[in-house]
């Protein structure tokens, strides 16, 4: 049996009491990176053994992670934060689990696109998630693609990257379109940016850095956002210090 369990991605108290449990419960929990895992299994006190499973050593620790389940073992996939699978290791295993005739079971739980779509303002009834758009190759067919897209499309982007991506997303989509910047997502610093992807660009830039983990909602085309959707300047509502603008 293999458990995919989703652990938080940021607040230590978004872990469910089923997923605790499968953590204590299980004889293995495979971590993307068990470091990172062994505060969160300290935090609550698991002394399940631990291994590592990750992007690099996917096809050998999957066949072990495999016999050790057809050997009877249960195991538990973590990975560093969310959901395993989202964006991050975890189909290579489902895929090798479900080849063997392995029953998978997934937990729900934390993942930071359904927050950050949740509480964007821009329409949830119909949307797509992109994951991460390519960095180099492909990437220009993405944003080509993307520009057409009446549903709601949510991305991952790390810092370094956002300012880029706002601006290719801008020439694009359009400079007017409604876009919101989730940042920090359930930390003491989470942070909603919205206006559209030229002025969420324009307040980045402003910035000295930009840190920390975001996820980016773009509203769709033909959206017609309400008449007060902020359009000339980003409005940046932080759960810490209220409400700012720029
Ligand atoms: N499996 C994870 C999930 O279920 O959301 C995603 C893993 S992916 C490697 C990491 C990306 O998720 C980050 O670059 C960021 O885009 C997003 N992310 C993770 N934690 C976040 C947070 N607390 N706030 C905003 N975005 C976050």
Not at 151 to 171: F, G, K, N
Request: proline share 7%.
């Amino acid at each position: 049996m293999l458990y995919l369990v989703p652990t938080p991605i940021g607040n230590l108290e978004d872990l469910t009491l089923r997923a605790l449990r499968i953590l204590r419960e299980v004889d293995l929990i495979a971590c993307e990176d068990t470091r990172t895992s062994a505060k969160l299994l300290r935090h609550y006190g698991i002394t399940t053994p631990t291994m590592s499973y990750h992007a690099h050593n996917e096809a050998r620790k999957a066949a072990e992670l495999v016999a050790r389940m057809e050997a009877g073992a249960r195991v538990a996939l973590i990975t560093d934060a969310g959901t395993p699978g989202i964006s991050d290791p975890g189909f290579y295993l489902v895929r090798e689990c479900l080849r063997r005739r392995i029953p998978v079971v997934a937990l729900p739980g934390p993942t930071a696109f359904v927050p950050a779509l949740a509480a964007s303002g821009l329409p949830t009834d119909r949307f797509v998630f992109e994951g991460f758009l390519p960095t180099k190759k492909g990437r220009q067919k993405r944003l080509t693609e993307l520009a057409s897209e009446p549903r709601t499309i949510v991305l991952y982007e790390s810092p370094h990257r956002l300012l880029r991506t706002l601006d290719d997303l801008a020439r694009a989509l359009g400079d007017e379109r409604p876009a919101v910047v989730a940042r920090e997502l359930t930390k003491a610093f989470e942070e909603f940016a919205r206006g559209t992807l030229r002025t969420l660009h324009a307040y980045y830039a402003a910035q000295p850095r930009v840190r920390g983990e975001l996820v980016l909602v773009v509203a769709g085309t033909g959206y017609r956002p309400d008449p007060d959707w902020p359009r000339d300047r980003a409005v940046v509502v932080s759960s810490y210090t209220s409400e700012t603008t720029s």
